[in-house]
C-alpha cells in the first residue's frame, strides 16, 4: 500500500468550521431527500423491510457533520436525534465520496481504520451488499468526474 | 448399543501406546479403530505395530478397524494409505475419497467422520460402494442423523462421536510446530509433549480450543452420555468414545453401564464429570452451536439450588 | 526461475476465473478479462451466503446473458453440502441452474454430484474446493464416478505436490491465485459453527455476521464470535473480520495468532512455474468483495496472465501490479501460502 492511499484526504480546516456551526436537521433532510431520490427505488424491498425501524448515523469526520436518517415505511427519514443508532459509520468527506464512485474498496477503508462502522455487523454487511448491487451509472460517472477535478494534479 | 474406541488422535510415546491398547483389550467395547490419522510424520509405530496391535484385540474379541489419514498430500500418505486398504486382516474406516477409491467394489468398509455424509444420497452412494457403516460428521445433530438414518440405505450402521475432545478442523501447517517457533518440517515431534493437546484460551480466559499438531480440537469434551436413549431412538448403533491420555478404562466402563441401562442420566454424568479432562459439551447433537451445553444448562439449577440450601 | 526445467509452452493461457458475488461485480469481471465468472444463489446452496449478496433468477439470466455475449462464461456454485431437512432445495437449486443454462456448476457433496450426473448429463460438472481432495486418487474417484471436467485444489499442497496432482488426473485443475487465505483444509473445518452453529459445510459461511459483536472499550476494540472474544485491537491494529483461525489468542502465557496472522494469498510470481506445468485455471477469491476489489484484482491478473502466456521466460511480476492488489488486500500482506514449503 503506497503512502498516498494511505493518507486520508480532509476538507479544508474552514470548511470544517463552517459544518460544525451548521444545524443538524437541515443536513439530515437534504441528505434523506438525496437518498429518497437516488437510491430508494434501487433497494430490494426486502431489503428496506429488514431496515424497517432502524436509525442509521453518517459522521463526516472533516466537515463536523452527522447526518441521521431512520427507513420508515420503505422511505429514507430524516431524523434530528437518535440515542443509539443500529449503525454509524464514520469517515472523512474524500472517502465518502470515492466510495459513493466505486473508486475505493469499503472492505481497503474499513481495513485500514479510514471507515469506521460501529453496530450490528450483519446489518452493515446488508447493506454494504446492497449498495455494491445497485448500478447508477450517471451518478457515479458526474462523482469520478469531479473527484477527478478535484484530485491534485487533476483538473 | 455397541461402544467402539475411536482412533488414537493424539502423539503418545510408542510404550504408552502398546500399554493403552493392552488394558483396553479388557475393556467392555465391541470395536476398536486404529492406525495414524492425523500426521503423516508421526512414527513411533509402524503398521505393522497397529496390526500387531489388532490382533491381540481381536483375540480379546473385539472388532478391529484400521483407520486412514484424514488429509493426504503425498505420494508417501497415499503409499501409507494403500498398504492400510491392502492389509488382510482388518476392515478399514475411509478418511477421504481417495480411500473409498481404492476400496470401492473390494471389500466392506466403515465411512469415516471426515467424508462429510450430510445427507441420505450421500450415504446411499457410499452404501453402493462397499460402505457398512457410517460415521456422522460431528456437526450433524441428532435430528439430521436421525433423518438420514430413516431416509438412507437399510442394513448401514450408524456411528456418532460421543465422547472426546472434537476434532473441528485439519490443516498443511502445524500449530503445535508453529507454537514451538519450529516448521513442519523440523517440528522435532513436539505434539509428543501433549497427550492430550495443547490448550488455548482466549484473550478473557476461557478455555476454548486445543492443537494437536494438523488438528483443531475443541477444549470442552463432548459427553452424549446423557443422551443414548435419544441417540438409540435416532437410529445410532455405535458410539465412538475418543482415547484420552488418563482414566479412559472407567469413562467407557461409565458407557456401558449407562448404554445397558444400569444408571440413571444423572448418575452417568455425575460419574462422568470428574473422569474428563475438561468441561463438557453436547451443543451440535442438539442443533446449537457445539462448544455448549445443554445438559449444563439444564442441570445449571439443581446444584445451585443445593449450594444455596 | 530456470527456464531450462520447463516444459514445452502452453497451448493456451490459464483461464482467469473471477467471483461475482452481485450484477456490478460480475459486469467488472467480464468487463476486465474474466473468463468465468462463479457466483452462487441467494441461499444456503453456496459457501457465501451472506445477507443482501448473490443472485436470483432474473439477475443470473441478466448476468449469463451479458458474460456470453461478450465471450465469458458463468459457473454456479452450489458447494456447500446439503442437510438432510432441505435436501429438496440443493436438488431445486441443480435444476434452476441447469435450466438456467449456466456454463458449470461447481459441487462439494458426493450425493448431490451424483444426483447432477444423473439428471443433468449435458451439464459441465466442476468439482469445489470444499469438497477436500487434496490427490489425484481423490480427485480420480469424481471423475470416474461423476464426470467431474474441473477440480479446484484445497489451499494445503505445496507447488511440487500440485504439480503431481496434475500430471496424474485427466481433470482440469483450477488452484486458488488471490485472496483471503484460509489456513484450514476447506471443507473440513467446523470451527465457525463451534462457536456459532453456522459453517461452510452447513450453512454456507464461515464466521456469520449475526454471531459477531464489535465492542469499543476503553483500552481495545473486541471482536466476539458466538460470545467467543477472537482479537482485541489497540489503536495502531489494523481490525479484521473475526474469522477463528485469524483470532489472537493465549497459549501457555503467549498471546499471538497461533494459527495465521491475517494474509492474502497472492501468487502472481508463481505464473510461469503454474502455466508450466499445466494449471487450467486460476481462481481469485471474493465473492463477498466490493466491485471496485473485482475489477482491481481481474485487471491485474488478466495483465499477468496474458505476458506469462505471451513470455513465460522474461515474465516478471511489475511493482504496479503489486501496488494495486495490496491495496485490497485483507492484513496488507502477501503469501504464497502453502506453495512455498517452509510455511508449513
Not at chain 2, 484424514?70 to 498398504?83: G, N, Q, V, Y
Not at chain 2, 470401492?104 to 457398512?132: I, K, R
Amino acid at each position: 500500500m503506497n503512502a498516498a492511499a494511505n493518507a486520508p484526504r480532509k476538507l479544508p480546516g474552514p470548511v470544517r468550521a463552517v459544518g460544525r456551526r451548521l444545524p443538524r436537521m437541515p443536513a439530515s433532510i437534504a441528505f434523506a431527500t438525496a437518498l429518497n431520490l437516488t437510491l430508494r427505488r434501487k433497494f430490494p424491498a426486502d431489503v428496506l423491510d429488514r431496515l424497517e425501524g432502524h436509525t442509521f448515523a453518517i459522521v463526516v469526520e472533516d466537515a463536523g457533520v452527522e447526518l441521521l436518517f431512520r427507513v420508515r415505511a420503505r422511505r429514507f427519514v430524516p431524523v434530528a436525534q437518535a440515542a443509539e443508532p443500529v449503525l454509524r459509520f464514520r469517515a472523512v468527506a474524500w472517502d465518502y465520496a470515492t466510495l459513493a464512485a466505486r473508486e475505493a474498496d469499503p472492505d481497503t477503508l474499513f481495513f485500514n481504520r479510514r471507515l469506521l462502522v460501529e453496530g450490528d455487523t450483519e446489518i452493515a454487511l446488508l447493506v454494504k451488499n446492497t449498495l455494491d448491487t445497485i448500478d447508477i451509472p450517471r451518478t457515479r460517472g458526474i462523482l469520478r468526474r469531479v473527484l477527478r477535478a478535484a484530485a491534485p494534479g487533476g483538473g | 448399543m455397541k461402544l467402539s474406541l475411536g482412533p488414537l488422535l493424539y502423539y503418545w510415546p510408542r510404550e504408552s501406546v502398546l500399554d493403552f491398547y493392552r488394558q483396553a483389550a479388557s475393556w467392555p467395547v465391541d470395536t476398536v479403530y486404529l492406525g495414524e490419522t492425523v500426521c503423516s510424520r508421526r512414527r513411533e509405530l509402524k503398521l505393522s505395530d497397529w496390526i500387531a496391535i489388532g490382533e491381540a484385540l481381536a483375540g480379546a474379541g473385539k472388532e478391529v478397524v484400521l483407520s486412514t489419514y484424514e488429509l493426504i498430500e503425498s505420494d508417501a500418505d497415499l503409499r501409507t494409505m494403500h498398504a492400510v486398504v491392502a492389509n488382510a486382516a482388518f476392515r478399514v474406516e475411509a478418511n477421504d475419497m481417495a480411500a473409498v477409491r481404492a476400496l470401492a467394489g473390494n471389500v466392506p468398509f466403515v465411512a469415516g467422520p471426515f467424508l462429510n455424509v450430510y445427507n441420505a444420497a450421500t450415504l446411499s452412494l457410499l452404501a453402493e460402494l462397499g460402505a457398512v457403516r457410517w460415521v456422522a460428521p460431528v456437526e450433524l445433530s441428532r435430528e439430521g442423523i436421525a433423518a438420514v438414518v430413516a431416509e438412507g440405505p437399510a442394513g448401514i450402521e450408524t456411528e456418532v462421536f460421543a465422547y472426546g475432545r472434537l476434532p473441528l478442523a485439519v490443516s498443511a501447517r502445524c500449530f503445535t510446530a508453529r507454537y514451538n517457533n519450529l516448521t513442519k518440517d523440523h517440528c522435532e515431534f513436539r505434539c509428543i509433549e501433549h497427550p492430550d493437546g495443547l490448550a488455548l484460551d482466549t484473550q478473557d480466559g476461557q478455555h476454548f480450543l486445543v492443537l494437536n499438531g494438523v488438528q483443531t480440537q475443541s477444549a470442552a469434551v463432548q459427553n452424549l452420555a446423557p443422551e443414548i436413549g435419544p441417540a438409540r431412538a435416532a437410529g445410532v448403533g455405535m458410539l465412538r468414545l475418543s482415547p484420552q491420555s488418563t482414566r479412559m478404562g472407567e469413562v467407557v466402563a461409565v458407557f456401558r453401564e449407562a448404554a445397558d441401562g444400569a444408571l440413571s442420566v444423572e448418575e452417568t454424568a455425575a460419574r462422568l464429570a470428574p473422569l474428563m479432562p475438561a468441561a463438557a459439551c453436547d451443543g451440535y447433537w442438539h442443533g446449537k452451536p457445539g462448544i455448549v451445553s445443554e445438559w449444563g444448562r439444564a442441570h445449571e439449577r439443581v446444584p445451585q439450588a443445593e449450594s444455596h440450601a | 526461475m530456470n527456464a531450462a526445467v520447463l516444459p514445452q509452452p502452453a497451448a493456451r493461457p490459464m483461464k482467469l476465473v473471477c467471483p461475482a458475488g452481485t450484477p456490478p461485480a460480475l459486469k467488472a469481471a467480464v468487463d476486465n478479462g474474466a473468463d468465468d465468472v462463479y457466483l452462487g444463489f441467494k441461499d444456503e446452496t453456496n459457501a457465501r451466503n451472506f445477507a443482501g449478496l448473490n443472485f436470483d433468477d432474473r439477475s443470473l439470466r441478466e448476468g449469463i446473458d451479458y458474460a456470453h455475449r461478450k465471450g465469458a462464461q458463468v459457473l454456479v456454485a452450489l458447494n456447500t453440502y446439503p442437510q438432510p431437512e432441505s435436501w429438496r432445495k440443493w436438488q431445486a437449486a441443480v435444476n434452476r441452474a441447469a435450466s438456467l443454462g449456466v456454463d458449470a456448476i461447481i459441487v462439494a457433496d458426493a450425493g448431490l454430484l451424483a444426483y447432477a450426473a444423473k439428471a443433468h448429463p449435458q451439464l459441465r460438472l466442476h468439482l469445489s474446493v470444499q469438497g477436500s481432495a487434496t490427490s489425484h486418487e481423490a480427485i480420480n474417484f469424481y471423475h470416474e464416478r461423476f464426470g467431474i471436467r474441473r477440480a479446484v485444489l484445497p489451499r494445503v499442497l505445496s507447488v511440487e505436490q500440485a504439480e503431481k496432482v496434475i500430471a496424474r488426473t485427466p481433470v482440469e485443475i483450477e488452484v486458488f491465485g488471490f485472496g483471503s487465505l484460509s489456513i484450514m483444509v476447506e471443507g473440513r473445518c467446523a470451527l465457525s459453527s463451534y462457536a456459532t452453529g453456522e459453517s461452510p459445510n452447513t450453512h454456507g459461511g464461515c464466521s456469520p455476521a449475526k454471531a459477531i459483536r464489535w465492542q469499543q472499550r476503553p483500552d481495545a476494540l473486541e471482536s466476539r464470535l458466538g460470545g467467543v472474544l477472537i482479537d482485541r485491537f489497540g489503536a495502531e491494529d489494523h481490525p479484521g473480520y473475526p474469522t477463528l483461525c485469524r483470532g489472537r489468542f493465549v497459549v501457555n502465557g503467549d498471546t499471538y495468532y497461533p494459527f495465521e496472522e491475517p494474509t492474502s494469498l497472492n501468487t502472481l510470481e508463481l505464473l510461469p512455474r503454474l502455466q508450466a506445468m499445466g494449471v487450467a485455471a486460476i481462481k481469485i477469491e471474493g465473492r463477498q468483495r466490493s466491485p471496485v476489489y473485482v475489477e482491481t484484482v481481474t485487471r491485474v491478473w488478466r495483465e499477468a496472465l496474458d505476458a506469462c502466456f505471451r513470455d513465460r521466460e522474461r515474465f516478471r511480476v511489475k511493482p504496479a501490479w503489486q501496488d494495486a492488489l495490496a491495496g485490497i488486500s485483507e492484513g496488507h500482506q502477501c503469501t504464497l501460502g502453502a506453495y512455498h514449503r517452509p510455511w508449513k
